[in-house]
């Protein structure tokens, strides 16, 4: 296929690339061997001591450490799945609003009288610059940061919680809900124009016509950018073992290094690898759908149009940590 | 409040911190970046994977672990990232030339892992130049070169500026967890000075918090606020 770059190879091309590929192979392998596996080898990291606890199911250590990597992964989940449903509930309901928001600011309300006009128009604008301010200040935050607030504030002000988890799905809640509503929003605005009229031309008001025709299409073209705001909150929720002690992956697995250093085995760099591949894997299944999903998306009935950009994903949070 | 006047030099040396690992990492992630997409976008195949492998890896694993990661392995190699003390920058950037070698590894961690964001939005650019473009330059008889030069990055550049932003922007919060491969020149280290580290520590947490939030809103908002406004700019000029 012709791409940007370059030309539909023709024969000669492809020949001349399958040749190169095989010289290139190789090269790339040695650079690989040389860089990375070398110097570690080099410092007895490839002893088959320090991998054993993680492969060898004969070791004594083995059942342990999947073990703790179970309940760690199960606790990493949850926090990111709690922590996405509450910011997509919360999430849409302030995309909706700021939408309305925005609607109501045209309103000059020449029905009421006088007093009560400026009192509407007032609110309106207040309501704008409120929510406005409230995403700037929550999306432009560090979500660490905002694990630390939360965790320091709710409980002065008597909200305790036993489980840490809730201090972690609240922190990533406000954090997320405002970038899915920010998603969801620029869905709504960027939909045909003609939809908005036509709902507007049968009767419906502003705030129905959002929910009942907007929204639901906008949630069907965004639904890929929604999903991989999932690998963000994966990703961030490693936040919570550093900042409040939750016991996800990251943190469990810092934890057995700690605890197999007592025992002399110094195993960090194979732990942390096998963390690492974890997450690779899940965050790859995950973005994968999103993928699949963009590619069915595309077919349906609300094709984009091809000359546009694609659906920009919003990397942020630790990705960040807001990536 | 009176924690802002009295501890000030506190809060300023943590925002400077925060804003030269900024700096460093968003020149470096730019070049390593480029570099990965260029790996991206090539003919080879084996070569193309070692690009798309990198992506895959830094795109889809926590900060938080690549730095871990950084502080284990980088002693174990022996090295204390002592390549980043380069003479002349040691003495504008002060923490870089330390003994202890912390800020360098959140440095390295926060450049490698941007890298591959940055890689992906220079892509996302490449892609977004219309293909027609490109083969007109190509029957026009445009080398490889003439055609990237003239007529692929200047567009793609466009297009990617937008994305990049975003990158940094979120890079620039990323740098908040460097507090926890200990460095204190950074705005989240106000806090542990100010509170967690401090013998009976007088200040309320809550204005020491407030003060760190603005550090990083004083960077993160205006950012995007420019951001916006070349998005709408070029809207604009894009409508056809």
Redesign the interface.
């Known amino acids: 296929m ?6 539909t ?1 023709g024969p000669r091309t492809r020949a001349k ?1 399958i040749v ?2 095989i010289v ?2 190789p090269l ?1 392998a040695l650079l690989a061997y040389l860089v990375i596996v070398q ?2 080898a080099d ?1 007895g ?1 490839f002893d088959w001591k320090l991998w054993a606890p993680i492969f060898d199911t004969s070791d004594p250590n083995f059942p342990l450490v999947w073990d703790r990597w179970r309940d760690g992964w199960l606790r990493t989940l949850k926090a990111a799945v709690l922590s996405m449903v509450f910011s997509f509930v919360l999430g849409s309901l302030l995309g909706l609003v700021r939408r309305e928001l925005r609607e109501l600011r045209r309103r000059r309300f020449p029905d009421q009288p006088r007093p009560a006009r400026t009192g509407l128009i007032s609110s309106v604008l207040a309501g704008v610059g409120l929510s406005r301010g409230w995403v ?2 929550a ?7 905002t694990i ?2 939360v965790y ?2 709710l409980p ?1 002000w008597g909200v305790d919680f036993d489980d840490r988890l809730w201090y972690l799905v609240i922190a990533l809640t406000i954090y997320n809900s405002v970038v899915i509503a920010e998603i969801i929003r620029s869905g709504m605005e960027n939909l045909p124009s003609g939809q908005r009229e036509a709902s507007l031309a049968i009767g419906l008001g502003s705030w129905q016509t959002s929910v009942l025709v907007l929204y639901p299409q906008a949630l069907r073209i965004m639904l890929p950018a929604l999903i991989s705001q999932l ?1 963000v909150v994966l ?2 929720t ?2 919570g ?2 900042t409040v002690s939750y016991e996800e992956a ?1 943190r469990t697995t ?1 934890q057995m290094v700690e605890a197999f250093r007592g025992l002399n085995i110094a195993n ?2 194979p732990m ?2 096998t ?2 591949v974890m ?2 894997a ?3 299944v995950v ?1 994968r759908l999103a993928h699949y999903l963009q590619g069915r998306m595309g077919s349906g009935r609300h094709r984009r149009k091809s ?1 546009e ?2 659906v ?1 994903m ?10 | 409040m009176e924690v802002y006047f009295d501890q000030f030099g506190v809060f300023w040396e943590g925002f400077l911190g925060t804003v030269q690992m900024c700096v460093l990492a968003a020149v470096g992630a730019l070049a390593i970046g480029t570099l990965v997409a260029v790996l991206r ?1 090539a ?5 193309r ?2 690009g798309t492998a990198y992506v ?2 830094f ?7 690549v730095m ?2 950084c502080a ?2 980088l002693p ?2 022996g090295s204390n990232a002592d390549f980043l003390k380069i003479p002349g920058l040691t003495t504008l950037i002060r923490p870089l030339g330390t003994e202890l070698p912390f800020f360098r590894f959140a440095t390295i961690a926060l450049t490698v892992y ?1 890298a591959a ?1 940055v890689c ?1 939005a220079l892509r ?1 650019g ?6 027609g ?3 007109a330059a ?1 029957s026009l008889g445009m080398t ?1 070169g003439q ?2 030069r003239h007529i ?1 990055l200047p567009q793609a550049w466009k ?1 990617a500026i ?2 990049l932003g ?2 940094i ?9 460097a ?2 491969f200990g460095v204190l020149a950074s705005m ?1 280290g106000v ?1 542990d000075r100010l509170i967690s580290q401090a013998e009976g520590a007088s200040y309320d ?2 204005a020491v ?1 407030v003060g ?2 603005v550090g ?2 004083v960077l ?2 205006p950012l ?1 606020l420019v951001l916006d406004a070349v998005e709408r700019s070029q809207k604009k000029t894009v409508r ?1």
Do not use: C, H, W
């Open positions: 012709s791409s940007v770059l370059y030309d190879p690339t190169a590929s290139a192979a790339i110097p570690l410092r990291q700037e200040v999306r432009g935050t560090p979500v660490y940061v630390v607030v320091t504030f002065r690998v990703k961030d490693s936040l073992g550093l990251l810092q960090g760099i942390f690898v963390l690492g997450y690779v899940v965050n790859y973005s000359d950009p694609p920009q919003v990397e942020a949070g630790a990705g960040a940590a807001g990536a | 976008v003919p080879l195949p084996p070569v994977g070692v895959t890896v795109r889809n694993i926590p900060l938080t672990v871990f990661v284990f392995v174990l190699l941007t964001f992906e996302s490449i892609n977004a130049v219309p293909v473009q490109a083969e190509r490889f055609n990237l692929v297009f937008v994305p975003s990158v922007i979120a890079m620039i919060k990323n740098s908040a967890l507090l926890s989240t806090f947490s809550m918090l760190v939030v990083y809103l993160t908002i995007g056809r």
